[in-house]
């Protein structure tokens, strides 16, 4: 018999045609994220979980009420929805997927940061309500990016940079080896702060980054400073943002993810002149999503397969 397992909501064709060859899915295509009680009740006989997006919470009364849980994989390489401490625990590899949704991502970071800088949304705002007039930006090159997260994502937004003639610093909780090679610089925290001209925030939610970036952090920054977010939107503490933008204690935010997200539409921040949202688009590509899909089922594949997780991230209790 096929194992069962249990999908919290739509996914890609191919990567679905596969998970059905191999498995007796049950799959939420409810409107919203599937209710905690239906959930907890579909996993009583499941052998695996996979989770699209980060609508649900798995913790240790999840886990309890699956007792024949093998494997849980999601799409994304976030995490900050699932207890690994739990899962590992009990003995249950967790798959991400990582990597490939990096230059998407990055795309969208260091696009983001371009258009606040150049104003290219401001622009098309005005030729849509029949104002045909310059809009005044700034420039990119010549000027120093600041990266705190200097991960796979950073480094890809770094490339971008470098090649539109920015300065790179970074910092991160360990240095690279490889800065002379992508013509970074380290520096500390708060030499980033200080030193940058545009900040993009590119770490994962954790209980040392939560809330990391407020009011603190905002005056230490240059008044001209470009901010951009597209990690967790809970690595900023909106109310110091709004006041920094308000302000004018920095030029301008651009952000791909909000706290809360979504970011109601009569929120303060939205009325503010200085700043971008987009929706949390990061690797919102028809490309990008379909390997997140398959990668996300290759994990969950290999777990009930009792075989290594191509992307694990509790190790310790990858099958060997």
């Known amino acids: 018999m096929k194992p069962k397992v249990v999908l919290t909501g739509q996914t890609w064709p191919i990567p679905y045609a596969k998970l059905q060859e191999h498995c007796d899915v049950r799959q939420w295509t409810g409107p919203g994220p599937i209710p905690r009680e239906q959930l ?43 207890d690994v401490a739990a899962c590992t625990k009990k003995g249950i590899p967790f798959g991400n997927t990582p990597g490939v949704l990096v230059e ?5 970071t260091f696009g983001i940061l371009l258009s606040a800088m150049r104003r290219i949304h401001e622009g098309w705002d005005l030729v849509r309500a029949n104002q045909w007039r310059e809009v005044m930006g700034t420039d990119l090159y010549g000027k120093t990016l600041g990266i705190y997260g200097m991960g796979d994502i950073g480094t890809a937004v770094a490339k971008r940079a470098k090649a539109s003639g920015m300065q790179i610093i970074y910092h991160n909780r360990t240095r690279k080896q490889d800065d002379d090679q992508l013509g970074a610089k380290y520096v500390s925290f708060d030499g980033l702060l200080e030193e940058a001209d545009c900040i993009v925030v590119l770490v994962p939610l954790s209980a040392q980054s939560k809330g990391m970036f407020g009011k603190q952090q905002f005056d230490r920054m240059k008044n001209t400073a470009y901010f951009v977010n597209a990690s967790r939107g809970q690595v900023v503490q909106t109310d110091a943002l709004y006041d920094a933008l308000k302000q004018n204690k920095i030029a301008y935010a651009a952000l791909d993810v909000t706290d809360p997200e979504p970011l109601p539409g009569d929120h303060p921040l939205l009325a503010l002149p200085n700043i971008l949202v987009t929706p949390h688009i990061g690797s919102a590509t028809y490309e990008t999503r379909n390997s997140m899909a398959m990668l996300a089922v290759d994990n969950l594949l290999a777990g009930l397969a009792e075989k290594p997780l191509p992307a694990c991230v509790n190790s310790s209790v990858n099958y060997i």
């Open 40 to 82: 907890l009740e579909w996993l009583e006989d499941a052998e695996g979980l996979l989770s699209v997006g980060h609508s649900i919470k798995v913790d240790e009364e999840l886990l309890s009420a699956a007792p024949k849980l093998r494997v849980i994989a999601q799409s994304g390489v976030g995490y900050d929805n699932i």
């Open 104 to 108: 998407a991502t990055a795309d969208l």
